[in-house]
């Protein structure tokens, strides 16, 4: 049984040259080289609108596509980026291309040009541009509400080197305004919005069983949860990134690892497998604070079988890594209990749009 690990000792931030409770403009920048062996980077914004609308939009330096299908053991560049647009009347608008042109900086921050798509920030605020191709576009503007959050090193190692990495690294609460284009104009919109940042040199389906990905806005907090449990080969262990912040943005409880999870399954029909209906997680640091996160999903916005969507040679792919992969992402309510070192303790409410991808096969030792 392999190794997998959040990297957080003191030995890695002092390898990396990170710091443990700073997060530097460079870390922004991109991470991983062109020719690194199975890489792929990725800079993703999303929002929510008053006037109903969604958007996302996401910014990659690598086109994965042309290692996997030309032979290459070596990710190639190719800028790429993509929106994916939700109208108020809930229609689905997205458009992809890749980009002749482009450049990706290395240190500075968040400062991405390819084509006349571009995105831009520094953890405070960000500036997000894709021009309207095949009828969908964005120009968007993020001031960050609270700062943004890394779980140790935001990188997950795997392997008896840590050979093998997949990372996060968010702003998971930003005001959003501007402007998205679909039906022939442009449309003003006002939300609430999300970034990250994420590297690796895997394919994510092949080291993770599952995850529980979102956010939750309350009075009292902003919740940050990125729950993964990796693949059996890796002993099913749970790997949890989760944080809160407060009211001021202030990051004042970050999990130390020690967590207890309990869920209610119910049985998806279409997708012949379990998923929780209720999941409750108690994060109990060492330092006597405590979070208990409770969420229990009310509506589904999506579900997708990624197995059987594919095609005979996809299929053959996913039978050869031992996974068939499934997608259920969630409108839920739920709630937080904050337990400070001293003893204080705040309950705060609120409803979330989550994500569950459940890339493994159902295994009862998998902690579904």
Request: aromatic share 14%; glycine share 12%.
């Amino acid at each position: 049984m392999s190794n997998a690990r959040i990297m957080d000792a003191p030995e890695d931030f002092k390898r990396l040259g990170i710091k443990p409770d700073q997060v530097e403009l460079w870390e922004e920048s991109r991470r991983v080289p062109e020719g690194t062996p199975g890489a792929n980077e990725v800079w993703y914004f999303d929002a929510n609108f008053e006037d109903g609308s969604k958007v996302i939009v996401a910014f990659r330096p690598i086109d994965i596509h042309a290692a996997m299908t030309g032979g290459q053991s070596e990710s190639k560049d190719g800028p790429n980026t993509n929106v994916m647009i939700t109208p108020p009347d809930g229609r689905e608008l997205g458009d992809f291309h890749f980009n002749k042109e482009g450049s990706t900086a290395t240190r500075g921050g968040c400062d991405l040009r390819y084509g006349n798509d571009y995105a831009k920030g520094d953890f405070k605020s960000y500036d997000v541009y894709y021009e309207p191709n095949n009828g969908v576009g964005a120009k968007l503007h993020y001031d960050a509400l609270v700062e943004p959050f890394r779980q140790g090193t935001g990188i997950v190692g795997f392997g008896e080197n840590d050979e093998v990495f997949h990372t996060d690294l968010s702003v998971p609460k930003n005001r959003v305004t501007g402007q998205i284009f679909y039906d022939g104009e442009w449309h003003d919109v006002t939300g609430v919005g999300y970034h990250d940042h994420q590297w690796m040199n895997t394919n994510p389906m092949a080291i993770y069983h599952h995850w529980f990905w979102g956010r939750m806005y309350t009075d009292e907090f902003t919740v940050y949860i990125y729950d993964f449990v990796a693949s059996k080969q890796y002993g099913y262990k749970r790997l949890p990134m989760f944080g809160l912040m407060n009211k001021e943005g202030r990051c004042i409880f970050k999990t130390d690892g020690h967590v207890k999870v309990d869920t209610k399954l119910e049985y998806n029909e279409t997708l012949k497998r379990d998923f929780p209906k209720t999941s409750r997680y108690i994060f109990e640091n060492a330092d006597g604070s405590k979070a208990v996160f409770e969420v229990t999903w009310k509506e589904e916005i999506e579900k997708r079988n990624t197995y059987e969507s594919q095609g005979g040679k996809g299929k053959a792919g996913f039978d050869a890594m031992g996974i068939a992969p499934v997608y259920m992402r969630y409108y839920a309510l739920g709630g937080v209990t904050f337990t400070d070192t001293d003893g204080n303790t705040i309950i705060s409410n609120g409803d979330m749009i989550y994500e569950y991808n459940y890339m493994g096969k159902p295994d009862p030792e998998a902690g579904v």
